[in-house]
């Protein structure tokens, strides 16, 4: 044998040692479900498109914001965000801004033109939907991605429901609005206006349809029986907005009150200071922390000189006054009336105590359950009617959240049942992974960085004009706030287990890639697993 | 400061984890390269979960990074020899020397002096060995290496006890732990404290250009250090810890957990110092109570009941007070005014 100089004996590599037979656990890879994604009603994979995010690949994030939900900008400023309330840096510092994050891509995508080709062969199928609020958008923009001809049957002037006659400009500008239902129209949506439905199973036959998606809402104000005099200027909130959006200016007068303690109450209240009145008060039955309102909106509303009389309820209304009783909490926690009145100068009383939905197009020979007011549909969204589909506020009961978000998301999932249903296939239930929680990860990892806050308009240059309040992020601050996000339960090429790893038995494949297990020299020590920082690693036994 | 951290933009988890997809390469670290040198590879047989066998690479691929390859390693007797080399297979992928258990400091002393007289001083050199190895048996050809100045990067992997002999004290084991040679049992249970070596600050006393103190928890900073010692010559003292789940009685997945802890109870000190003058220290992210690090091993068990709750109350206030004391002395709550 020859050897080099000064070596006297041959040498061997330690590689011929199998160092794996001595495992008793293995390390595995998995993708956990972030809990951003788990809030979100629209089904977005809020961890995913943040990944895209981080790198700045900014287009690419909104394409997989725009696989689950068609309206980013929208999203970004009207959503109450769930996510933001579930993500697991709390734990850490404060959420990510996940919100503001969305909205810098949205407004990206608005300036630079992007748009989502339809790829999909045409599948010869006509699908209705009724209505061009949130739901039907979402449905609309899905169906016509999976290859169906989409005509929206709409009976305003103007596209979007609540988005455009709802909730107020300054917190959504219009062109926000238009620009996110151009580029869906611009996808081969067919928008008709001013056509109103009055009877769905007419309209479907009418127009050959094969399918068709209700996303009705809730149009009408309730007017609760309240004693009025003659002279008494009663109106509801979602009257007045429709009518502010119209440019039928209500006259509300000096003092206006606004009964009902809901986001549509903070808005007719935040609108009524814009139009000028001098005194805008809200008058609500329970107490300040049993207002189904968003915190964010009372402490703007608060802001903008909105005043609150909580525990008092309007018992009668007159010209000029309303007669306030004032109640108490009872032992369980409800509101009761003393039998104490006060009156209260107002010039008009605005009702928002909440909106019902207008059934009449189901009437007639249509097997949709519409008890207590409320369409009741299966998990696909489908009505009891086949082929007939509903989403949105018209579905949600009166418990479930109406929201912008939870409408799109109804209408995403409506699209793919629809789908499913016209090709005659039963769709595959979604697997979603056990929840990536916060006491998985190793939050030493990541580096101390606080949430980056939105500019706001001041108070003082608010009163009387419909600019938006919040503005938006900045590219930098946009780059930051997404880097903030810890990539819960989801591998994020850290390289950690890749270096922590003391018998090199990680494998790096390289950028996209991720990693593998060398189980020839894994011992399964299981350091990987706990050093993850964020637990996309789970240590399984050992079957020898 | 020579432990960089991001300095302006953020990178989601900064510098703390191995490697960072949103930083350019060069400012990634050794171990996040796909290429990198594995100077300690696969098939050693090290315990699993051997913080010395991670110090050991994490060291040596950042000294091979920063030497280009030309590196010679000269190692004591001790577990990261035994691990590595048992005939004839070897783990090493760096030129490797093994001598005797006490004299790889003089080993190393020959190895560079040969390589001066032979014109290839490019080739730089570094000695390894275990606490044992270190501030024991080989302490006195050490400290004369370190007062001739000889140029050689010397690397302590401090796991605080005897173990490749079953786990017998050192003069760095800690006051109170069990060992094979200290039990837990009469009056004062484990170690004695008050006894004992604290190396680095017997290296500084020699006034030597470099003496520095890291943990495998925090391989940026191991890893900055490693280079500035190779960036300079004559002779310099790297002291690493490294938890040993079999002598500590700790779970293999927890090593570097326990580094971390170590240093952020402020038992550990990890800092850096020039010509005997401290000039950075690590400070604690998050402050932390020395019974969370305690009370995972095994070999503090006397302290504890098996719910956890403290037992021994004046025991763990006695090393609250050493880890505070480190605290002040080397800085590590920047804002605390002690
Ligand atoms: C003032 C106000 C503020 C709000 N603010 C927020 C907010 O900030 N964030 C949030 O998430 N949610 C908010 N909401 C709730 C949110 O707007 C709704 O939950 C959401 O718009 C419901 O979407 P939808 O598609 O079901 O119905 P809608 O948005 O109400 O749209 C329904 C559409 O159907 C049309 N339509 C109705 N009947 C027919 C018919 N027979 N034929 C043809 N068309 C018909 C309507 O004209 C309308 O355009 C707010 C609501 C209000 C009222
Ligand atoms: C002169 C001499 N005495 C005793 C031994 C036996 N021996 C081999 S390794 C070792 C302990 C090594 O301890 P340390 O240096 O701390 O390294 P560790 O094994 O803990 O990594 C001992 C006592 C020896 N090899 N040579
Ligand atoms: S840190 Fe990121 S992945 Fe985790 S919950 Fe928050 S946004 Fe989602
Ligand atoms: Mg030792």
Known sequence: ?544 | MLSERTPVRFYQVGSFAVGNRLVELERRSAQSDPRRANSLSSGHRACAGCGEALGARYALDAAMRATRGQLICVNSTGCLEVFSTPYPETSWRVAWLHSLFANAASVATGVAAGLRATGRDVVRVVAQGGDGGTADIGFGALSGMFERNDDVLFICYDNQGYMNTGVQRSSTTPGAARTATTQAVGPQPGNAFGQGKDVARLAMAHEIPYVATATVADLFDLESKVERAMSLHGARYLHVLVPCPLGWGTLSKDTIALARLAHETGIFPVFEAEYGEVTSSVPLRHRTAVEEYLRPQKRFAHLFDKSGAVTSPDVVARIQALADRNIRRYSLVPDEDQ
């Open chain 1, 1 to 544: 044998m020859t050897t080099p100089f000064a070596i006297t004996l041959g040498v061997g590599s330690s590689l011929a040692n199998k160092t794996g037979s001595w495992r008793v656990e293995r390390p595995v890879y998995v993708d956990r479900h972030p809990p951003c994604n788990n809030a979100c009603p629209a089904g977005e994979a809020t961890q995913g498109w943040l990944y895209q995010a981080e790198e700045g690949n900014y287009e690419a994030a909104w394409r997989l914001i725009m696989a689950s939900n068609p309206l980013p900008a929208i999203m970004g400023r009207a959503c109450f965000h769930p996510c933001e309330s579930a993500c697991n840096r709390v734990q850490i510092d404060e959420a990510v801004g996940i919100n503001a994050v969305e909205r810098f891509l949205g407004d990206r995508a608005i300036d630079e033109g992007w748009t989502v080709p339809v790829s999909a062969p045409p599948s010869g199928k006509r699908v209705l939907v009724v209505g061009s609020g949130p739901a039907g958008l979402a449905a609309a923009y899905h169906l016509v991605l999976l290859g169906h001809e989409v005509v929206v049957y709409e009976a305003a002037p103007q596209c979007g429901g609540m988005l455009r006659y709802g909730i107020p400009q300054y917190r959504l500008p219009r062109a926000v609005v238009d620009a996110e239902i151009d580029r869906i129209a611009a996808m081969g949506v067919r928008f008709e206006v001013e056509r109103r439905v009055e009877n769905v199973a007419d309209a479907m036959q009418r127009g050959a349809f094969d399918a068709a998606f209700v996303g009705i809402g809730a149009q009408r104000g309730k007017h609760p029986d309240i004693p009025s005099g003659d002279a008494a200027k009663v109106l509801d909130a979602v009257s007045m907005l429709h009518g502010v959006e119209e440019g039928a200016l209500p006259a509300l007068g000096r003092r206006v009150v606004i009964y009902g303690g809901g986001d549509t109450a903070m808005d007719a209240a935040r609108t009524a200071q814009r139009l000028g009145a001098a005194e805008t008060i809200l008058v609500y039955r329970r107490t300040r922390d049993q207002m189904p309102a968003h915190d964010e909106e009372v402490c703007d509303a608060a802001l903008e000189g909105v005043q609150m009389r909580w525990l008092s309820t309007v018992s009668r209304a007159d010209g000029g006054r309303l007669l306030i009783e004032t109640m108490v909490l009872n032992d369980q926690g409800l509101a009761e009336g003393t039998g104490h009145f006060e009156e209260l100068e107002a010039d008009s009383l605005v009702l928002a105590l909440g909106q019902d939905t207008d059934l009449t197009l189901f009437d007639g020979d249509v097997a949709v359950d519409t008890t207590r007011g409320v369409v009741h549909v299966d998990d696909h969204q489908m009505t009891g009617h086949a082929g007939l589909f509903c989403g949105g506020d018209a579905a949600a009961g009166p418990s479930a959240e109406r929201t912008v978000t939870a409408a799109v998301g109804d209408g995403a999932r409506a699209a793919a049942a629809i789908d499913a249903w016209l090709a005659g296939v039963t769709l595959a239930p979604t697997v979603i992974p056990p929840l990536a929680s916060a006491d998985r990860l190793n939050p030493w990892y990541y580096a101390d960085a606080s949430r980056t806050l939105r500019p706001r308009l001041e108070a003082a240059r608010r009163r009387s004009n419909f600019d938006e309040v919040v503005g938006g992020l900045t590219a930098e601050d946009a780059l930051f706030e997404a880097r903030r996000c810890m990539s819960c339960g989801n591998c994020f090429e850290c390289d950690n287990c890749y270096g922590v790893c003391p018998d090199n038995a990680v494998i790096k494949l390289g950028p996209g890639q991720r990693y593998e297990f060398n189980l020839d020299y894994c011992k399964g020590c299981g350091i990987c697993a706990t050093e993850c920082p964020c637990g996309a690693i789970d240590m399984v036994p050992e079957h020898h």
